[in-house]
């Protein structure tokens, strides 16, 4: 654990409190979501490690865990997207935290939209397997260009 | 595996195609956020089992999986805070969705607030301890009145 962390006492200290008590999983990780300052957006979902917050927290720019390449991860080191935080958000029992950002360039997705939900599920639908609808047809960037031979952070 | 999603074939498949092919955790679980359909503010980060995903899409309305009750979570059963789910979405590499709703009543944390996300974290703070400051201090509920003797969801 951090010594930039508080210990998790209570939940009242943990729900009403000022203090930062952030609660890790098992993986020893926190999801984090990142929205579009200007807009409200919401651009990614991933998580951080103790390292990540906190250097997060230190330089105002996003860190990540990527537990795809398992390590830490500087969002936009590769890509130039950087993202500036302008405000950093934690939730009611501080397992959870909120990123509110700049983007250069606006795009976050990796595989060249602005955001990484650009595509709808049909609600109330009957059919045997479901389907998906593109909502965002427009790429801000081409992800064969920006990242060129690494290989796509996508599991199966 | 329920039988109304695809299995995951390939990276092309998952990330710019139209079959939806959701990837759970070690845990069967996959990360749900909920943002207002009205403004687009986030309001909670949760999780969904395979039931809950298949619920939520069959009745519009949010279903979740309770991590500290073990069980699936009508959102609203207790407090009537039913979230009715105008959009859903996924996210690129289909392991994070997104439920823009409306709420009868306008809040959805179980704290009181409107959002889950009531409390900022200082960046650049060289303090040796670092201190949340809250930037919604109005309750949309009682949480004694609502909840009554429930026990808080929040786990040390």
Redesign the interface.
């Known amino acids: 654990m951090s ?4 210990s ?4 009242e200290q ?7 008590a952030p ?1 890790f999983d098992s993986a020893g990780l926190i ?1 984090a ?1 990142a ?1 579009d300052y200007e ?4 651009l ?2 991933g998580y951080m490690n103790t390292e990540a917050l906190e250097k997060t ?4 720019e996003a860190y990540y865990f990527s537990r795809s390449r398992n390590q830490l991860w500087h969002k936009g080191a590769t890509s130039g997207l950087i993202q500036t ?1 302008k ?7 501080q397992d ?3 990123l509110k950002v700049n983007i250069v360039g606006g795009a976050s ?3 060249g ?1 602005r955001s ?10 009957d ?9 965002d047809r427009e790429k801000v960037f081409d992800p064969k260009v920006v990242y060129r031979d690494n290989p ?5």
Chains 1, 2 share one sequence.
Do not use: A, N, W
Request: glycine fraction near 4%; proline fraction near 3%.
């Open positions: 010594e930039k962390f508080f998790r006492r209570s939940v943990v729900e009403e409190g000022t203090q930062l609660k999801p979501i929205t807009t409200g957006e919401v990614m979902h927290i230190k330089t105002g935080v405000e950093l958000m934690i939730d009611d029992d959870c935290v909120l997705c990796h595989v939209y990484c939900f650009y595509r709808r599920i049909s609600l109330r639908d059919s045997s397997r479901l389907k998906l609808e593109f909502t796509s952070p996508t599991k199966l």
